[in-house]
């Protein structure tokens, strides 16, 4: 698991979290608000018998491997609320991607490329007690047609979420068909802006669901 320390939300973040304590935060929050919009699982989620037997949120990582995962190390976290911008503690968190390389861990994924045995492809947590989730895990690449992005799921109340996050910016996005099927606001809701902090590159997506 991810270090305690590197739990810690951004000054911004926390800002905001604190104001919802506020009516009058809670309201200017409301005014705009943009649910996280929901995207389809897609055809490489990978089930249990194909996951490592590591899942945890260290993507990077693979227990009793030395070699850790090639690609741009990135941290991805934020916070989990509900339409009202209460957090949400204890939501189960999934995400999945392809590695470096362009491959899924998926038995169907047909890309001829060498896998990149450092890496877990599939990583899960729970969101703490202020909704927070984090995950460590690469900056997404590109796969057959698609924008670099990173799979989704939440499990919230028996009900099943999914949806994706894209590289804010990157020039493929424009050709994805999962990406342009979005409204501006919706787009950026689930557009990573990478930033360093602490020789740290991370990207802020809070999930409102
Ligand atoms: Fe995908």
Redesign the pocket.
């Known amino acids: 698991m991810i270090g305690k320390k590197s739990l810690d939300i951004p000054r911004r973040q926390l800002i905001k979290l604190a104001g919802l304590a506020s009516a009058s935060a809670i309201s200017s929050v409301q005014a705009n608000p943009v649910k996280t919009p929901s995207a389809s699982e897609?055809p490489?989620y990978p089930t249990p018998s194909m996951r490592h037997t590591d899942i945890d949120n260290d993507l990077v990582k693979i227990a009793d491997k030395t070699r850790q995962a090639g690609g741009e190390i990135i941290t991805l976290k934020g916070i989990i609320t509900n339409a009202a911008l209460l957090p949400l503690s204890g939501i189960r968190v999934e995400i999945w991607?392809?590695d470096v390389n362009g491959r899924y861990l998926h038995t169907r994924d047909r890309n001829s490329a060498t896998s990149d045995s450092g890496f877990q492809g599939f990583g899960h947590t729970l969101s703490n007690a202020n909704g927070e989730y984090e995950f460590r895990t690469i900056k997404p690449v590109s796969?057959l047609g698609?924008a670099p992005?990173i799979?989704v799921k939440l499990f919230k109340d028996e009900k099943v979420f999914t949806t994706?996050f894209y590289v804010k910016d990157h020039s493929d996005n424009s050709q994805d068909v999962l990406h342009r099927r979005m409204s501006v606001e919706e787009q950026k809701a689930v557009e990573m802006e990478f930033s360093s902090f602490d020789d740290n590159v991370e990207a802020v997506i809070n999930i409102i669901c």
């Open positions: 897609g490489y991607q392809c796969y698609r992005h799979h994706q």
